[in-house]
Structures are given as C-alpha cells and as structure tokens.
C-alpha cells in the first residue's frame, strides 16, 4: 500500500493508524457478507454433495480475513525494513498450524484443518501487533479499535455456523453489517482525510 508507507515516511502515524482500521472494517465487511452468501452460492454453482463443506468455510474466512490483516500489520515491519520479525512469526504460526494439524485432523479431519489455520493466523496476528509495538517504541499505531474490528470480524464469521443455514437470519446481518460498515467507514473516511482523533 504506497499510500499507507507515504503516510508513515511523513510520520503521520493517526491517518496511517485509522487507514489501517478502514482497510480492517472494509475488508472485514467483504468477508461476512461473502460468508452469509456462500450456501447461496454453492446451492448454485456445485451439486448437493459439496453442501456438506460449508461447515469449513466460516474458519477459512477468518483465515482470509486475518491474512489481509496480516498484510497491514506487516507494512509497518516492512516501513521498519524487520523482515526478520516477519519472518520469525510466520514461522512460529505455521509450526503451531502444523502441530494442531498432526493432533486434530486424525480426529476431527478436514474441519480441523479449517480450524487449525485460522488459529494459527489468529495467533500470527498477535504476535505481529506485539512486534510493531515494540518497533515503533510503543506508539498506538494498532490502536485499540483495530484489534477490536479484527476480533469482532473473527467472532462473528465464527458464530455464523449457526446462521449459515437460515436465509432470512443471513440476509438481516448483511442488512445489519451494511448500516454499521456505512457509518464507521465513513467515519474513518474523514478521520483519514482530516487527519484528526
């Protein structure tokens, strides 16, 4: 994102902090609603056989969700040139995702899988927002909302297995997400271009 590592040479770390939560909530937004609409999606495009996996896709999601994340948090350790700490948290979650792995799916199979990767990014997302705090000597560049956007995100693409069957409970939390995403993304929208609190 060039303009998230224009904002942080010119040391405007509040735009590069609430363009980080914009990017969070409108990709977290992208997310749940392509969750509440896939059984739609696959009742259209696969056979019945495949409806049966629907019940992986609620953690993949939050594994797609927390990889973008991943990206973000990434940027500032890449503005600091530490690929090391990029590095070394990558490793340490895919040595947890391999052994969560090697002692689930034997048990629990393919939804393990699903399970155990989405842990494992949970965790590289901590880990990388531990590591841009300290590289940036404690500044809030992952503020507090932030971590809460992800958290919430996470929360409720996980608590959609129990909608995920139920069309009109989907559609009313699109309906609901929508409203919610209009008004706090376009309060970022302004905190970005004011460059204010």
């Not at 696959?42 to 991943?70: C, D, F, N, Q, W």
């Not at 799916?105 to 393990?112: C, Q």
């Not at 909608?163 to 993304?185: D, E, Q």
């Amino acid at each position: 994102m060039p303009y998230h590592f224009e904002l942080l040479e010119a040391k405007d770390y509040k735009k590069a902090s609430n363009l980080a939560s914009f990017l969070m909530l409108a990709f977290g937004f992208m997310v749940l609603v392509a969750l509440l609409l896939m059984p739609d999606v696959l009742r259209i495009l696969t056979t019945p056989e495949y409806s049966k996996g629907i019940a992986a896709v609620p953690p993949i999601m939050v594994g797609v969700y927390t990889s973008a994340a991943y990206n973000i948090l990434g940027n500032y350790l890449l503005f600091k040139k530490q690929t090391t700490r990029i590095m070394l948290s990558t490793f340490l979650a895919a040595v947890v995702n391999i052994i969560l792995n090697l002692a689930l799916i034997p048990i629990y199979g393919y939804i393990a899988a699903a399970y155990t990767t989405a842990i494992s990014f949970l965790l590289l997302i901590i880990v990388l927002s531990w590591a841009v705090k300290k590289e940036f000597g404690g500044l809030e560049l992952i503020e507090l909302r932030s971590i809460l956007i992800i958290g919430s995100f996470c929360v409720l693409v996980l608590l959609s297995v129990f909608i995920i069957r139920s069309p009109i409970a989907r559609y009313s939390l699109v309906a609901i997400m929508s409203v919610f995403v209009t008004v706090f993304g376009l309060m970022f929208l302004r905190k970005i271009r004011t460059g204010r609190d």
